[in-house]
């Protein structure tokens, strides 16, 4: 199976004090990770980066067999998407249009009946008129998980992708990853709290296994003071 994404002893900074530390991995196609650990030990950090979106302080990122950087070589940027934990969309415009300018930048032009086809499978179907503004939160994340069977990509960035969602909401979430991985060769990087998202993974990755131990030196100037 070819491998997606490798990375090796990255190092995430926020400000002066150290998120992550020596994080690495390769994700192969097919495979499914999640990313768990507590509020704010640097799930959707570790994922910004691993995008391409932030820059690691320390470390190095092959996407597609590109290095990432210090200069972004991917030819085809078009392989990966990324689910932000709130889905962010053009409010005032309706679902149908949103679905089109999404694919557009990935330079996708395609037939009306694709789009109603996706909206169809996430259970938006009759809805491409409607402006987004009127749709519940999981209607929006449904409407983000459509763009999915439309582009295809080889890598999903998932960022608490069933936040918002209600039961049939997290299976059909389940089932596009699912669909995704088996038919797409897709690989999934998902960072969530949501235990069932996480027993479907292949594989967990706790995230408090890369958070720094304060170091002996710090550790003694705040006994003395
Ligand atoms: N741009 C930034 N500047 C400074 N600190 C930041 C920045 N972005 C994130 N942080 C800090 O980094 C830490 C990790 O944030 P992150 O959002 O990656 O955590 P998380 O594991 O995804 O949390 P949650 O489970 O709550 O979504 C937090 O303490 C946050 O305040």
């Known amino acids: 199976m070819p491998c997606y994404l490798a990375c090796e002893n990255i190092e995430i900074r926020a400000g002066y004090s150290t998120l ?44 597609m067999g590109e290095e990432l950087w ?7 940027e078009h392989y990966a998407v990324f689910l932000t934990n709130i889905p962010s969309m053009l409010m005032d415009h309706s679902v149908l249009w949103n679905l089109e300018f999404y694919t557009e930048t990935y330079n996708l032009k395609l037939p009306l009946q694709e789009y109603e086809k996706a909206l169809a499978k996430v259970g938006l179907q009759g ?32 960022d608490e992708p069933t936040n918002g969602l209600d039961q049939a909401g997290i299976n059909l979430c389940i089932q596009i990853f699912h669909e995704l991985s088996k038919e797409n060769k897709s690989s999934i990087l998902i960072a969530t709290h ?22 002996i030196l710090k550790k003694t100037v705040r006994e003395l003071l």
Request: proline residues 7%.
């Open 194 to 215: 949501d235990e069932k998202l996480i027993q479907w993974c292949q594989e967990k990755i706790p995230l408090e296994n890369y958070i720094p131990k304060p170091s």
């Open 20 to 63: 992550i530390s020596s994080f690495s991995l390769k994700l192969h196609s097919e495979q499914v990770i999640a990313l768990t650990g507590p509020n704010g030990c640097g799930k959707t950090s570790l994922l910004r980066v691993l995008a391409g979106i932030s820059r690691p302080y320390k470390g190095k990122i092959v996407v």
């Open 127 to 158: 809805r491409e008129k409607q402006s987004v503004r009127t749709l519940s939160t999981g209607q929006k994340r449904r409407l983000s998980l459509a763009s999915l069977y439309l582009i295809k990509p080889n890598i999903i960035f998932a």
């Open 70 to 76: 210090p200069e972004n070589l991917i030819k085809n």
